[in-house]
């Protein structure tokens, strides 16, 4: 399915992309209904929790997913977004088309359905999610051993980066300056697959004052 975009302006904020796509998400029909049971926004896609619901003495086929005992599911919709001239615009799809967006919260993952075809689309979508969810995020001062090196825009390569910061207007940037060159660059959270943290800024930081604290103490009893 290709993208939809509503041409009068009426979606304008996070809400009103939420309600919109609760509403789409909402469907009720003689033999069945769907409503969402929990939403979440990743960048500018949307991850949605569908619960599908028989109705009236109608079954859903046993193909995909595992039925619960009153014979309902829940499956994940993915909608991607973005504005155009104003103009807010949405592409839906769900877990079994194999979306190449992969973000989904593990919270979300954890209300779905269980999959009957452990090689299906959905199955591999769902470990992605997994996978990106489990990349770690660095506090600032950390410093940081990739995995393997990667490559910069201008040839050279970094392995080992320290988390840091740098000013933009009233903004904080995330970045990483090369431990070796001291030189700042912008790392995408897949470059983080693998790594392993070397120094902990934290830990450093409470031994510090450990230390700091320790001798105020040692000074005080001293006759």
Not at 120 to 140: F, G, L, N, Q, T
Not at 145 to 162: F, H, N, Q, R, Y
């Amino acid at each position: 399915m290709g993208w939809l975009f509503y041409g009068d302006r009426h979606i304008t904020s996070y809400a009103d992309e939420k309600a919109d796509i609760a509403r789409i998400c909402t469907n009720m029909h003689d033999i069945m209904e769907q409503r969402p049971i929990q939403m979440s926004k990743v960048g500018s896609t949307w991850y949605v929790a569908v619960k599908s619901t028989p109705k009236n003495g109608h079954q859903f086929d046993r193909k995909t997913y595992v039925l619960d005992e009153d014979g309902s599911y829940v499956f994940a919709a993915v909608f991607l977004t973005k504005y155009d001239d104003g103009c807010f615009g949405y592409k839906d799809m769900d877990e079994t088309m194999g979306p190449a967006v992969a973000k989904a919260p593990l919270s979300l993952l954890s209300k779905l359905s269980d999959l009957v075809d452990p090689e299906c689309y959905a199955h591999r979508w769902r470990a992605d999610c997994r996978s990106w969810a489990e990349i770690p995020r660095y506090d600032v001062g950390d410093i940081i051993k990739l995995a393997k090196p990667i490559a910069l825009s201008d040839g050279s390569t970094v392995e080992t980066v320290e988390c840091t910061t740098y000013r933009r207007g009233s903004r904080n940037m995330r970045c990483y300056r090369d431990v070796k060159t001291k030189t700042l660059c912008r790392l995408s959270k897949r470059c983080f697959v693998g790594s392993v943290l070397v120094k902990n800024a934290k830990a450093a930081a409470t031994s510090v004052l450990d230390e700091f604290y320790g001798r105020g103490l040692d000074a005080a009893v001293q006759p």
